[in-house]
């Protein structure tokens, strides 16, 4: 029996197409974190949902450990250890160090060892005036200077058995740096209850009139930046003067536009403290890139911060 050949060569080859989903070039993320909203946008090749994931983990891990709104926090034991030395990991123990350092550097118009005033004026109870004999006792329990430790045995203790670190001042920048580098995003930014770091492609921001916090008074474009306003506007005389242990007067706003989200988130608390005039001579004379918006409509720039081509929106006649 003859079989009859057969040419594969004519039969039209089939091919089973899979398909592969492929990861977005761009995500966008809004959660609460730290009492506030934290919006991230991130670019890439990358998994962006797992960039997203692993800086939303990081910041989860920094409020963990640092808050001192949560009783179980490494500093909000250190707060209860009542003159005691606690435990503290290696990172927190060089963070704390770095915020003593600003303390120095700004001659006491930062300073982390706030919580003792903080309590006194009641600002997370929604305020209250203390009696003089309760203000001169925080005033005792406050100060960089009270915080000591010992890098070999890994501990930290505050010299004062009310002394108590406050964080809001600056973990919010320390957490945005970090969650910018555990992304791996090449590009995108993230606004922090108002701070904003951004990276790679531009980012055009607007900073707020003081008096009227629904218009903007400057715009301008960030670029592998970070930009953190103060200002009383929004809580009242919540800024305390650790050097007079008094509210700060409600005169305007600060913006600061640094390098990192750190730096611009300390020095935007300390500039306020020092004011319209003696922080605009600490800034120039240190080429911060700081801006004072007053409440009368003036606004001051550095040097340094007009070098980034800020626009001015004049007021409403």
């Given amino acids: 029996m003859l079989m009859k050949a057969v040419s594969f060569a004519a039969i039209p080859a089939l091919f089973l197409r899979v398909s592969t989903p492929v990861p977005p070039a761009v995500i966008d993320r809004t959660v609460l974190a730290m009492g506030t909203e934290l919006r991230l946008h991130l670019e890439g090749s990358i998994d962006l949902a797992l960039a997203s994931e692993a800086a939303l983990a990081e910041s989860a891990r920094i409020e963990a450990a640092c808050s001192t709104w949560i009783p179980s926090s490494a500093w909000s034991r250190l707060n209860a250890a009542q003159g005691h030395s606690v435990k503290l990991d290696p990172e927190w123990i ?25 309590r ?7 305020g209250t005036t203390p009696s003089r004999q309760d203000l001169n006792r925080a005033r005792q329990a406050t100060g960089a200077d009270l ?17 108590g670190v406050e964080e809001g001042g600056f973990l919010k920048g320390y957490a945005l740096d970090r ?7 090449w590009s995108g930014w993230m606004d922090f ?6 990276w790679g492609t531009p980012r055009p921001v607007s900073i707020a009139d003081p008096v009227d916090r629904q218009r903007p008074r400057l715009t301008l474009e960030l670029r592998n930046t ?12 919540h800024i305390l003067d650790p050097r007079s242990g008094e509210p700060c007067q409600a005169w305007g706003a600060t913006a600061v536009v640094a390098p990192d989200a750190l730096t611009a988130d300390v020095l935007s608390t300390a500039l306020y403290v020092l004011g319209p005039e003696a922080g605009l001579a600490w800034a120039e004379g ?17 040097r340094a911060f007009r070098a980034l081509q800020p626009t001015e929106v004049q007021p409403e006649s």
């Fill in 147 to 163: 915080l000591e430790w010992e890098e070999t045995a890994g501990t930290v203790r505050l010299r004062d058995a009310q002394a």
């Fill in 226 to 237: 970070s930009l953190s306003c103060s200002g009383t506007s929004e809580r009242g005389r």
């Fill in 179 to 185: 969650m910018r580098k555990v992304s791996g995003a």
């Fill in 94 to 118: 060089s963070l704390l160090a770095q915020m003593k350092g600003w303390q120095q550097r700004t001659g006491g118009a930062f300073d982390p060892v706030l919580m003792a005033l903080m």
């Fill in 286 to 302: 240190h080429d911060v890139a700081a801006a004072f918006l007053l409440n009368d409509g003036n606004v001051h720039m550095t």
């Fill in 193 to 198: 209850g108002g701070q904003v770091l951004a």
């Fill in 120 to 126: 006194a004026w009641g600002v997370r109870q929604g």
